[in-house]
C-alpha cells in the first residue's frame, strides 16, 4: 500500500498510500541544524524519534489531543491522516534557552513564571521569522479561531509533557509542534515529538539529552537520544 515518494524533508520522507487521507512517514537518521547549514547522522534516530513520536501522540489522544497518528506499521514507518500543515512553527518554553536566550541577551535557564507560546512562519528561504498573531491573521495563516485553538491545545500538550517528563526526571525547556487541517477544517496535532524538535534536560544533573548535543557539538548524541528512549519505556 505504500505508493510514491511525496515529499523528502530533513529528516523525514513522506509517501502516498493507496487511501488519498492516509500517508506514511517514514524517519531518517539524517540531522541538520541552523536552517540545514549543518548536515550529520545520529545514528538510530530515526527509530527513536517515530517510536517517541508515535507513544506521545497516542498518550496525547487520550488526553483530548486530536493528532494525525493513525498505525506504526514499523520500527521508521507510520500511518497518519493526510493534513493540510498550518505553515507555523509552534513553540512553546518554560525555560530560556536557544534562540529566546540569545535574542533577549539572558541566560540559559531562567525558568518562566509561565509557559511562552511563540509562532514562526515555516520558511526556509526566509529563515522562520518570529510571528506576532496579527501577522499570522494578517497573511491568512490561520484564522483567529484557529490560532486560539492551536494556542490551547499547545498549552494542554506542555502541561501534559512537562508532568509526563517530569515523572522521569526529565525537564521539559521546550518543543516545536506542527499543526495541521483536515478536510473537515478539523486542526489537529501533526509532524512529530523527539528528541529533534524538544529540549530535555536531566533534571538532577542539568545534562541536555536532547538535538542541541548535535548542534552544539556537545559529542554523546546517540548516547543521549538512547537514554531518553529509555527513560520513556522504563514506566510504561
Ligand atoms: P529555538 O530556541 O532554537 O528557537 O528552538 C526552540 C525549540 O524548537 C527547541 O526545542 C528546538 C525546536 N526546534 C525545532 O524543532 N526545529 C527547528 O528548526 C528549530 C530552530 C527549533
Not at 547522522?41 to 517517541?52: D, F, L, Q, S
Not at 487541517?181 to 534536560?201: F, M, N, Q, Y
Not at 537514554?227 to 520513556?232: C, S
Request: proline share 3%.
Amino acid at each position: 500500500m505504500k505508493k510514491e515518494l511525496l515529499y523528502e524533508g530533513k529528516a523525514k520522507k513522506i509517501f502516498a498510500t493507496d487511501d488519498p487521507q492516509l500517508l506514511i512517514v517514514s524517519y531518517k537518521d539524517d540531522a541538520t541544524a541552523f536552517n540545514g547549514q549543518k548536515k550529520g547522522t545520529i545514528r538510530g534516530k530515526g527509530v527513536i524519534n517515530n517510536r517517541m513520536s508515535n507513544f506521545l501522540m497516542q498518550r496525547l489522544e487520550r488526553h483530548g489531543i486530536p493528532t494525525h497518528f493513525v498505525e506504526e506499521l514499523s520500527d521508521r514507518e507510520t500511518l497518519v491522516r493526510k493534513v493540510e500543515i498550518v505553515p507555523l512553527e509552534v513553540i512553546v518554553r518554560n525555560i530560556s534557552a536557544g534562540s529566546f536566550a540569545k535574542r533577549y541577551g539572558v541566560e540559559e535557564g531562567m525558568r518562566f513564571g509561565a509557559p511562552a507560546v511563540e509562532f514562526s512562519y515555516k520558511s526556509d528561504e526566509l529563515g522562520d521569522p518570529l510571528m506576532a498573531d496579527a501577522h499570522i491573521t494578517a497573511l491568512n495563516l490561520t484564522s483567529s479561531e484557529e490560532l486560539q485553538t492551536i494556542r490551547a491545545y499547545a498549552l494542554k500538550i506542555n502541561d501534559f509533557l512537562k508532568a509526563f517528563w517530569s515523572e522521569r526526571g526529565i525537564t521539559l525547556v521546550d518543543f516545536k509542534l506542527e499543526f495541521g487541517r483536515l478536510p473537515d477544517g478539523k486542526i489537529i496535532l501533526a509532524d512529530e515529538i523527539s528528541p529533534d524538535t524538544c529540549r530535555l534536560w536531566d533534571s538532577a544533573t542539568g545534562e541536555k539529552l536532547d538535538k542541541d548535543r548535535f548542534r552544539r557539538d556537545l559529542g554523546g548524541v546517540e548516547e543521549a537520544y538512547s537514554e531518553i528512549m529509555k527513560r520513556l519505556e522504563e514506566h510504561v
